[in-house]
């Protein structure tokens, strides 16, 4: 038998010199050079001043923006070469979004909502919906799949967005202030969808202004000035390690 050494999981996500600045004279530099690494199963939080650039920087993680320079690459692919329909290839099939704000599709029922998420998938219609159902019923809205957004509370409509989000089973959920709008029952709600996404193995980053929110997760980034300020890591339960 041939022994095979342990092999190093792929970082999700690896940010080298990432820079972003937006048009203007001179330009308005936001992100200052960003290093970070984020691995496969990580469930971090993003922190810092309202204006820091924690929106820039989760639409760079997403690939909803390119950076002015720096690397990025996404599961050991360098993305500054793809073109932007590999771009929203990339993103259809790898990467799920949740905001403040939920964005759902005033027209359509939560069920159709849903399946908005698989359009890019090659799934059938009757296949996105009934993969939008079992979305739904796992955020606990199978009871509502029919109901107009109007018709939804806050929460159950960021619990429909979130159902959105992952009913691809995508590798990465960037959520930006997914709390931030809701009552802290129905944003606990949502957070622990968001853990149990991520014990399901989905890596997860939230943006948030909750501190104790952030300090409940396993990893915190803060952002100041388009810089990290800080990136630390909740200690080791006792027992574990060296
Ligand atoms: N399209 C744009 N053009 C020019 N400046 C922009 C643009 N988008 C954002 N900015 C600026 O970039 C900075 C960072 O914005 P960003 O949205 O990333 O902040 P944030 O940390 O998410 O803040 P908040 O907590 O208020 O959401 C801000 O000063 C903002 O005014
Ligand atoms: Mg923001």
Redesign the pocket.
Same mark, same amino acid.
């Given at each position: 038998m041939t022994s095979t050494p342990p092999q190093t999981p792929t970082p999700v996500l690896e940010l080298s010199g990432i820079v972003k600045e937006?048009p203007g004279s001179p330009p308005?530099r @936001?992100l200052h050079g960003l290093d970070l690494t984020i691995e496969a199963g990580e469930l971090l939080a993003v922190v =810092?001043? *309202? =204006? *820091? =650039?924690? *929106?820039?920087?989760l639409a760079l993680l997403g690939s909803l923006d390119r950076p002015t320079s720096g690397r990025l690459r996404f599961e050991g692919r360098d993305v500054s070469n793809l073109s932007d329909a590999e771009l929203a290839a990339l993103r259809a099939h790898r990467i799920g979004f949740v905001f403040q704000q939920f964005f759902l599709l005033s027209g359509l029922t939560t069920v159709e909502n849903v399946a908005t998420g698989l359009l890019y998938s090659g799934a059938g219609l009757s296949e996105r919906r009934a993969r939008a159902a079992a979305a739904l019923r796992s955020v606990g809205l199978g009871h509502r799949l029919d109901h107009h957004p109007d018709q939804l509370s806050g929460g159950e409509k960021q619990r429909v967005a979130i159902a959105r989000a992952l009913v691809g089973r995508p590798a990465l959920l960037l959520a930006d202030?997914p709390t931030g709008a809701l009552d802290s029952v129905s944003g606990t709600a949502v957070v622990d969808l968001l853990r149990t996404l991520n014990a399901d193995g989905t890596t997860v980053v939230v @943006?948030t202004?909750d501190r104790e929110l952030a300090a409940s997760f396993p990893r915190r980034i803060g @952002?100041h000035d388009g810089r990290i300020d800080f990136d630390e890591r909740a200690p080791q339960p006792t027992g574990a390690g060296l």
């Amino acid at each position: 038998m041939t022994s095979t050494p342990p092999q190093t999981p792929t970082p999700v996500l690896e940010l080298s010199g990432i820079v972003k600045e937006y048009p203007g004279s001179p330009p308005l530099r @936001i992100l200052h050079g960003l290093d970070l690494t984020i691995e496969a199963g990580e469930l971090l939080a993003v922190v =810092g001043p *309202s =204006g *820091s =650039g924690k *929106s820039t920087l989760l639409a760079l993680l997403g690939s909803l923006d390119r950076p002015t320079s720096g690397r990025l690459r996404f599961e050991g692919r360098d993305v500054s070469n793809l073109s932007d329909a590999e771009l929203a290839a990339l993103r259809a099939h790898r990467i799920g979004f949740v905001f403040q704000q939920f964005f759902l599709l005033s027209g359509l029922t939560t069920v159709e909502n849903v399946a908005t998420g698989l359009l890019y998938s090659g799934a059938g219609l009757s296949e996105r919906r009934a993969r939008a159902a079992a979305a739904l019923r796992s955020v606990g809205l199978g009871h509502r799949l029919d109901h107009h957004p109007d018709q939804l509370s806050g929460g159950e409509k960021q619990r429909v967005a979130i159902a959105r989000a992952l009913v691809g089973r995508p590798a990465l959920l960037l959520a930006d202030e997914p709390t931030g709008a809701l009552d802290s029952v129905s944003g606990t709600a949502v957070v622990d969808l968001l853990r149990t996404l991520n014990a399901d193995g989905t890596t997860v980053v939230v @943006i948030t202004h909750d501190r104790e929110l952030a300090a409940s997760f396993p990893r915190r980034i803060g @952002i100041h000035d388009g810089r990290i300020d800080f990136d630390e890591r909740a200690p080791q339960p006792t027992g574990a390690g060296l």
